[in-house]
């Protein structure tokens, strides 16, 4: 299995950027796909998840109506549209595959099997 996540950039607060995340060697429909994110100094933390088929979507508190995840099976690919984003959203942004399938887990790191390499974003004030 290979996540490949790409899209990062530099961009000024109240823009925006979309992430892209390339999944081989698995079926997307049967795996939870998360994004999650790490700042300088801290935690991994969860970002935003959605499930196989695409009929769960779960978002932490900070992003929830600025970013929006969404999956095209059909090219096993994952998105996370992210909007207004602000000073605090830089981190370096990864992709997750949780292949249990478990919506209930979305949000939790230890869920997730296989993780992309991470693509950095900034914003700037």
């Known amino acids: 299995v290979q996540l490949q996540a790409s899209g990062g950039g530099l961009v000024q607060t109240g823009g925006s950027l979309r992430l892209s995340c390339a999944a081989s060697?698995?079926?997307?429909?049967?795996?939870?796909m998360g994004w999650f994110r790490r700042a300088p100094g801290k935690e991994r933390e969860f970002v935003s998840a959605i499930s196989g088929l695409g009929r769960r979507t779960k978002y932490e508190d900070s992003v929830k109506g600025r970013f929006t995840v969404s999956a095209d099976n059909a090219k096993n690919m994952v998105y996370l549209q992210m909007n207004s984003l602000k000073p605090e959203d830089t981190a370096v942004y990864y992709c997750?595959?949780?292949?249990?399938?478990?919506?209930?887990?979305?949000?939790?790191?230890?869920?997730?099997?296989?993780w992309g390499q991470g693509t950095q974003v900034t914003v700037s004030s």
């Open positions: 060697g698995l079926i997307l429909s049967r795996n939870v």
């Open positions: 997750a595959a949780d292949p249990d399938n478990n919506p209930y887990g979305m949000a939790a790191v230890g869920s997730y099997e296989y």
